[in-house]
Each structure stands twice: as C-alpha cells, then as structure tokens.
C-alpha cells in the first residue's frame, strides 16, 4: 500500500498524541501554550488532509478509515488529560467527557454496522454534528490553554463549552440512532444476525 500525503497527516495526528501528553506534563511554564499549539496543529491536519485528498483525488478505503480514528485517539487523550487536572464541579466535568467519549465509541460502531448492511448513508455526519465538534474543539483549546487573559476566564469558557458540547453531543446521538433504528428493528424482526469473533 502506497501512502499518500493525506495519509501522512492524518498520521502525523496520531503521532502528536504523545507529543500532547508530555507537554501537558512538563514542569515548564509554557506547557499550557505548547499544548494549545500541538492541538491546534492536530485540528489543521484533520482540516488538511481530507481537503488534499478530495482535491487531489488522493481518498483510499485506508485513509476514510483512519481519519476519524486519528480524530478521536487526539480528542479522547486531551479529555483524559483535562479530567484529571479538573478542580471544579469535578463530577459534572467527567460525566460530560465520558459522555463525549462514549458518543464517539458508539457512532463509530454504528456506522460501521450501517456500512455493512448498505445504510451507511443513514448515519452520515449531520449538521449538528458539526456544530458539536466545533464546541468540543474550541472547549478542548481553551481548557488546555487553561489560564485566565486578563479578566477573561479562559477556563471558565472552555468548561462552559464543553457542557454544552455534551449536551449537542446527546442530541446528535439520538439523532443518529433515531435514523438507524429501522434498520436496525427491520433487521431484529426479520432475524437478521451478523457473527462476531471475540476482541
């Protein structure tokens, strides 16, 4: 298999999760910064590579597959990451990461179980959708960055959007579920059984 140069970024993504992690930790005081900068770095990739491929008519089955892998390895590091650092409302700040993380495990699953009975077009990213990863993105940088501006609460923000992000989080999963439930009823009425090796 050869690797195209979206191919490429999208693995450059996955290899900036470690980066993200030893910065998050370095006992330094520009740690908060050089976070923001590797995940805004991420984010350009994942916006790059799929334009490239699309442009240069460079899509593989590979690529499509790895993409929103590389995506989710980097969101579900940097919310572990900001969990534990959480001091307030400690609680609510996990359930909402565990929401999101769960929601991505879920849809993933979902598509690829539409994908093999045809009805992949069903689960496609929505609107809303959208609008949740923008919340999560931005939520995510502010909260790695995680120092006020003057008097602008920059934490504050960040878990303010993060809230509201799970809460779009929810809404787009049902709305996904809610799409794919005919088939998935059709399928259970009629027997329809797929099998499966253990993981």
């Known amino acids: 298999m050869r690797l195209t140069f979206p191919t490429m970024l999208t693995l450059l993504r996955i290899a900036l999760v470690p980066v993200l992690v030893l910065f ?5 005081s520009w740690s908060d910064l050089a976070c923001v900068v590797v995940f805004v770095l991420a984010a350009v990739t994942d916006i790059a590579d799929g334009y490239i491929a699309r442009k240069t008519g460079q899509t593989s089955s590979f690529g499509a ?3 929103p892998v590389a995506d989710k390895i980097m969101v579900s590091t940097a919310l572990v990451l900001l969990v534990q650092r959480q001091e307030t409302f400690q609680a609510i700040f996990a359930i ?4 999101i993380v769960g929601r991505e495990i879920t849809i993933s699953a979902l598509r690829e179980w539409m ?10 990213v929505s609107w809303i959708g959208k609008l949740k990863t923008g919340f999560q993105m931005t939520a995510i940088g502010f909260l790695l960055y995680h120092d006020n501006m003057g008097w602008i609460p920059i934490a504050r923000i960040g878990e303010m959007l993060l809230y509201t992000a799970a809460a779009l989080t929810l809404w787009s999963m049902w709305i996904y579920l809610k799409a794919a439930w005919p088939v998935i009823s059709n399928l259970r009425h009629h027997g ?5 090796t253990p993981d």
């Open 24 to 28: 998050f930790y370095l006992p330094v």
């Open 65 to 67: 597959f790895l993409d």
């Open 96 to 99: 909402s990461a565990a929401i």
């Open 115 to 124: 994908s093999e009975v045809g009805e992949r077009a069903l689960v496609n």
């Open 192 to 196: 329809g059984t797929r099998s499966s």
